[in-house]
C-alpha cells in the first residue's frame, strides 16, 4: 500500500472558521491531489501539486488554497468554511519516474462538516 | 474543458448476468482509469489503459479503450455478489497528469 495518511480523518467545525486539512506521503511522489466527493457529483479534483511550490488549480478551487513547502506534505486549507465545503475529501499520489504508470493512490480520506 | 460522461450512473444486476459500464470523455487522452470504491472507503486501482486498443482483464472485469471514439468500457462478466461497488473512470487530461474523474457507476449485483 502507498504511504499515504491524512488529517485529521473527521472534523466538525463552524461556518466562518478556518480549517487545514493534512495530507503526508512517504513515497517521494511528485504528484499530489486533493478531491472532494460528494454524492452526484462524484469526485472533483479541487487542486493539485506537480512539485515544491508547484501548484494548480483544478474543477472546483473556489474557497480552497494548498501549500507544498515539502515532497512530503500537501495542505489544503479553506479560510472562511461554509456549509457547502461539508465534504469528504481525499487525498491522492503519484508518481513518474521508475516506469509509474500514473495511476492514483489515494488516502483514507477526511470527513469534514460545517454547521 | 474535460468532461468525463459515466453510465449507467446506477446499475442492479442479478447474480450471473453480464453488463458494461461505459465512459465518455470530451477531449483527446490516451491515459484511462478505473477505480472502485467499497461503502464507506477510498478507493483503489482496477485499470490502467494508456494507448488505444488496451485491454485489460483480471477476474470477471475487463477495460478496454478506445481513444479514438473517446470511449472505455468496464464489462462484468458473471457477476457475483462481491463485485458490488461504485466504480469510476478517470481520465488524464492530454498527459498533463491532472485527473478528471466520472461521477461512478453504482453497482449492485443482487443474489
Known amino acids: 500500500d502507498a504511504g499515504i495518511t491524512q488529517s485529521p480523518r473527521h472534523k466538525v467545525t463552524e461556518t466562518g472558521t478556518p480549517v487545514t486539512l493534512r495530507c503526508h506521503q512517504t513515497e517521494n511522489h511528485r504528484y499530489m491531489y486533493w478531491y472532494r466527493q460528494d454524492p452526484g457529483h462524484g469526485l472533483r479534483l479541487i487542486h493539485y501539486?506537480?512539485?515544491?511550490?508547484?501548484?494548480d488549480k483544478g474543477e472546483v478551487s473556489d474557497g480552497y488554497s494548498v501549500s507544498r513547502s515539502k515532497t512530503e506534505d500537501f495542505l489544503l486549507t479553506l479560510e472562511s468554511a461554509t456549509s457547502s465545503q461539508t465534504s469528504v475529501y481525499f487525498c491522492a499520489i503519484t508518481g513518474t519516474s521508475g516506469g509509474r504508470t500514473g495511476e492514483l493512490f489515494f488516502g483514507e480520506g477526511s470527513r469534514l462538516t460545517v454547521l | 474543458e474535460l468532461k468525463v460522461e459515466q453510465n449507467p450512473l446506477f446499475l442492479s444486476m442479478q447474480e450471473g448476468k453480464n453488463y458494461t459500464i461505459y465512459c465518455n470523455y470530451s477531449?483527446?487522452?490516451?491515459?484511462l482509469y478505473w477505480y472502485r470504491q467499497d461503502p464507506g472507503k477510498s478507493l483503489e486501482s482496477l485499470f490502467v489503459l494508456l494507448s488505444n486498443g488496451a485491454v485489460k482483464q483480471e477476474g470477471r472485469l475487463m477495460a478496454s479503450l478506445d481513444t479514438k471514439a473517446r470511449l472505455s468500457t468496464l464489462h462484468i462478466t458473471a457477476a457475483v455478489h462481491d463485485l458490488s461497488a461504485t466504480y469510476f473512470c478517470?481520465?488524464?487530461?492530454?498527459?498533463?497528469?491532472?485527473?478528471?474523474f466520472g461521477t461512478g457507476t453504482r453497482l449492485k449485483v443482487l443474489a
Open positions: 501539486s506537480y512539485g515544491v511550490k508547484d501548484t
Open positions: 477531449t483527446t487522452s490516451d491515459r
Open positions: 478517470a481520465v488524464d487530461l492530454s498527459g498533463t497528469y491532472k485527473y478528471i
